[in-house]
T-cell receptor
């Protein structure tokens, strides 16, 4: 299994809603990432988990709350979002979180629209 | 800090044309270099990589050579197909973080 699976593919939410994005991988990777991608832009790193512990938070607003329940799962909890948070949210994984030439394996993304 | 600069798109080519997408980088040490491709409606996927100077990465007819002297990693393909229409991201990794270029959109016409 060489896939990263993200659900849902599309999500529309109001600014007062609470929702979650989910990501799953069964490649035995020990590092998992959340990226945000706006239209016609490259992905921007949000969070990195290594061995289920948060290693990097790129100064992301607290309305985004990541969670890594186990080595295969990564969630992104969303609350009180703003319309400018509308974007494609990509989950990715690597074998390890190291300084080597690790290749990111991405999921297909969850397209979020905030009304 | 480290950075990646790609040629601006979109690039529009006819089927079977030759493709070059330029990529140059700035880094303090010896980064690994990557090309990722994003097809419409999908996430990014690795196209090819090179980890040291003069390495050539290749996949699906695409090639790129790690040129330390010119700090470049240009992507080439001899004959593009309609199915190659996508956004191509050059990226480097030095340390823990992957740094992406802005992306170059390629349209291939039949």
């Amino acid at each position: 299994d060489t896939e990263v699976t993200q659900t849902p593919k599309h999500l529309v939410m109001g600014m007062t809603n609470k929702k979650s994005l989910k990501c799953e991988q069964h490649m035995g990777h020990r590092a998992m990432y959340w990226y945000k991608q706006k239209a016609k832009k490259p992905p921007e790193l949000m969070f990195v988990y290594s061995y289920e512990k948060l290693s990097i938070n790129e100064s992301v607003p607290s309305r985004f709350s990541p969670e890594c329940p186990n080595s295969s799962l990564l969630n992104l909890h969303l609350h009180a979002l703003q319309p400018e948070d509308s974007a494609l949210y990509l989950c990715a994984s690597t074998e390890q979180y190291t300084s080597g030439a690790n290749v990111l394996t991405f999921g297909a993304g969850s397209r979020l629209t905030v009304l | 800090g480290d950075s990646v600069t790609q040629m601006e798109g979109p690039v529009t080519l006819s089927e079977e044309a030759f493709l070059t997408i330029n990529c140059t980088y700035t880094a303090t040490g010896y980064p690994s270099l990557f090309w990722y491709v994003q097809y419409p409606g999908e996430g990014l996927q690795l196209l090819l990589k090179a980890t040291k100077a003069d390495d050539k990465g290749s996949n699906k007819g695409f090639e790129a050579t790690y040129r330390k002297e010119t700090t470049s990693f240009h992507l080439e393909k001899g004959s593009v197909q309609v199915s190659d229409s996508a956004v191509y991201f050059c990226a480097l990794k030095e340390g823990f973080k992957t740094i992406f270029g802005a992306g170059t959109r390629l349209f291939v016409k039949a």
